[in-house]
């Protein structure tokens, strides 16, 4: 069975922390893993990773991807409150189709 | 551009009553799909549309019907409502089935 799995489910950290959040992949017909970032309403695009070893990088967001060991990393440096949100993983699977199967997503709460 | 747009926001059904989902892109975006958020379950896949006329099932199909007889509107049908239906639903679209999809703003829904 297909599967997206993220770790750790919640983190609570600090401003100015540096962290990095992780997910991991079981899925049939790989075509791009895809990180999001969910405020209490919709889900916001943030990266797609469609080759190894290619750091994606937006500010202080960056993002791996590694096909071999099928995981990718998001790590985001001196953090702020307004990082805080649910950040998702999921992974865009299949031939004509290009549907995305989700992870359960991380927490991350930034205290000041 | 409005993106992809979705009404009503917030709405309560009794058991056993139908009712339908707008959705909406103005982006030309050729793929669109709903996805149901619960919590702990993450984003699950209900129904998707790689064009106008074409429709398939996602991972939780049972008890919604989805029609695209345009490019632009995908609405989302709820037969019978019934208690396991309340959830959070969102619209998403992408230009191709192989890139990124953007979220609509959701459809918070109560089924009593």
């Known amino acids: 069975e297909d599967k997206v799995v993220q770790s750790p489910l919640s983190l609570v950290v600090h401003e100015g922390d540096t962290v990095t959040l992780n997910c991991s992949y079981e899925?049939?017909?790989?075509?791009?893993l895809l990180w999001y970032k969910q405020e209490k309403k919709a889900p916001t695009f943030l990266f797609m990773l469609?080759?190894?070893?290619i750091e994606k990088k937006s500010g202080r967001l960056s993002s791996i991807l590694d096909k071999k060991e099928l995981f990718s990393i998001l790590n985001i440096t001196a953090t702020q409150t307004g990082d805080s949100a649910v950040y998702l993983c999921?992974?865009?699977?299949?031939?004509?189709?290009?549907?995305?199967?989700f992870g359960k997503g991380t927490k991350l709460s930034v205290k000041p | 551009n409005a993106g992809v747009t979705q009404t009503p926001k917030f709405q309560v059904l009794k058991t056993g009553q139908s009712m339908t989902l707008q959705c909406a892109q103005d982006?030309?975006?050729?793929?669109m799909s709903w996805y149901r958020q619960d919590p702990g379950m993450g984003l699950r896949l209900i129904h998707y549309?790689?064009?106008?006329?074409?429709?398939d099932q996602g991972e939780v199909p049972n008890g919604y019907n989805v029609s695209r007889s345009t490019t632009e509107d995908f609405p989302l049908r709820l037969l019978s409502a019934a208690p396991s239906q309340t959830s959070v639903y969102f619209c998403?679209?992408?230009?191709?089935?192989?890139?990124?999809?953007?979220f609509g703003p959701g459809t918070r829904l109560t089924v009593t």
């Open positions: 982006m030309n975006h050729e793929y």
């Open positions: 549309s790689v064009g106008a006329g074409i429709t």
């Open positions: 469609t080759s190894s070893g």
């Open positions: 999921a992974v865009l699977y299949g031939g004509s189709q290009g549907n995305l199967i």
């Open positions: 998403a679209s992408s230009y191709s089935s192989g890139s990124e999809q953007y």
């Open positions: 899925v049939t017909n790989f075509r791009s």
